[in-house]
T-cell receptor, first 115, second 114 residues
Framework: EAGVTQFPSHSVIEKGQTVTLRCDPI?????LYWYRRVMGKEIKFLLH????????ESGMPNNRFLAERTGGTYSTLKVQPAELEDSGVYFC?????????????FGEGSRLTVL | GESVGLHLPTLSVQEGDNSIINCAYS??????FIWYKQESGKGPQFIID?????DKRQGQRVTVLLNKTVKHLSLQIAATQPGDSAVYFC???FGGGSNYKLTFGKGTLLTVNP
């Protein structure tokens, strides 16, 4: 079974440009999460989808970030316009609805570098 | 507020020694905790978890201890190997049902010297 896949693995853009990150969760996982890790710091929660609905977007930094999950399958996270402080690794994770545990299955991340 | 922190940001051990990584958490209501391992260029990988109704759980070469009195979590790695070198994060679960998330600490960089 395929795990969580993310694309691109690395993106280098200039300040002011737009980047869209994509996440394909594990098939059948209704929960989809976006997290971000800025260099040397903790993994910070951004938002949580249950199917196509945003359950919790309390971690989204500002309105330059837009996440979507049309159809409840894959998700995109768009940053527009990108700023220097947006650099970091963006992780996507998924889990089954009402899982017995709280384990999240993570992708390998999309590294974003804003110059 | 929500916070999961670590006592030691870095830990260097000799191959074959045992490693102990510590974590303090703040949410007394959290019922589930996880340790993740993140290797360079990879995503966090599940190591071991523990529910709040337990105080110890063992896996293969790893043991997690939970002390709810002082809100402390630790990960013990026996006979540490070079392949164990990575950043280790503890995480606690907030919420329940389908509305839950994990909150992570800063991580501890474990370096295993051959």
């Amino acid at each position: 079974e395929a795990g969580v896949t993310q694309f691109p693995s690395h993106s280098v853009i200039e300040k002011g440009q737009t980047v869209t990150l994509r996440c394909d969760p594990i098939s059948g996982h209704d929960n989809l999460y976006w997290y971000r890790r800025v260099m040397g710091k903790e993994i910070k929660f951004l938002l949580h989808f249950v199917k196509e609905s945003k359950q919790d977007e309390s971690g989204m930094p500002n309105n330059r970030f837009l996440a979507e999950r049309t159809g409840g399958t894959y998700s995109t996270l768009k940053v527009q316009p990108a700023e220097l402080e947006d650099s970091g690794v963006y992780f996507c994770a998924s889990s089954q609805a009402r899982a017995n545990t709280g384990e999240l299955f993570f992708g390998e991340g999309s590294r974003l570098t804003v110059l | 507020g929500e916070s999961v922190g670590l006592h030691l940001p870095t830990l260097s051990v000799q191959e074959g020694d045992n490693s102990i990584i510590n974590c303090a958490y703040s949410n007394s209501a959290s019922d589930y905790f996880i340790w993740y391992k993140q290797e360079s260029g990879k995503g966090p990988q599940f190591i071991i978890d523990i529910r709040s109704n337990m105080d110890k759980r063992q896996g293969q070469r790893v043991t997690v201890l939970l002390n709810k009195t002082v809100k402390h979590l630790s990960l013990q790695i026996a006979a540490t190997q070079p392949g164990d070198s990575a950043v280790y994060f503890c995480a606690e679960k907030f919420g329940g049902g389908s509305n839950y998330k994990l909150t992570f600490g800063k991580g501890t960089l474990l370096t295993v010297n051959p």
